[in-house]
């Protein structure tokens, strides 16, 4: 069971409260996690990775484990406390200004 942890703006979007939990099939990846994260909440495809090429969108991170996962390939497997669900899975919103 692998903890998916959203910002407000898109929890309040996907009309949950919390942490969201997914079953990911084989070992977890950011692509298959944000697959079954837009499968099971279709309100979220395109506010997380763009519609057309499934990159991350501008100003949103990726984290785990106290660590940026935001460059690392979609393909890279998780941190095994991510897929054992010790550890969330983050999508943060960054911030941007001046």
Do not use: N, W
């Not at 506010?47 to 991170?61: G, K, S």
């Not at 996962?69 to 941190?79: E, I, M, N, R, V």
């Amino acid at each position: 069971m692998i903890r998916v942890v959203l910002p407000a703006h898109l929890r309040t979007l996907a009309q949950v409260e919390g942490e969201v939990k997914l079953e990911i099939q084989g070992q977890a990846t950011q692509r298959l996690v944000l697959d079954a994260l837009e499968a099971r909440y279709p309100m979220l495809r395109g506010t997380i990775r763009d519609h057309t090429t499934h990159q991350r969108r501008a100003f949103l991170r990726f984290y785990a484990c106290g660590e940026d996962l935001s460059q690392d390939s979609p393909d890279a497997p998780l941190p095994e406390a991510v897929e054992a669900g010790a550890e969330p899975f983050l999508v943060v919103g960054a911030m941007a200004g001046g």
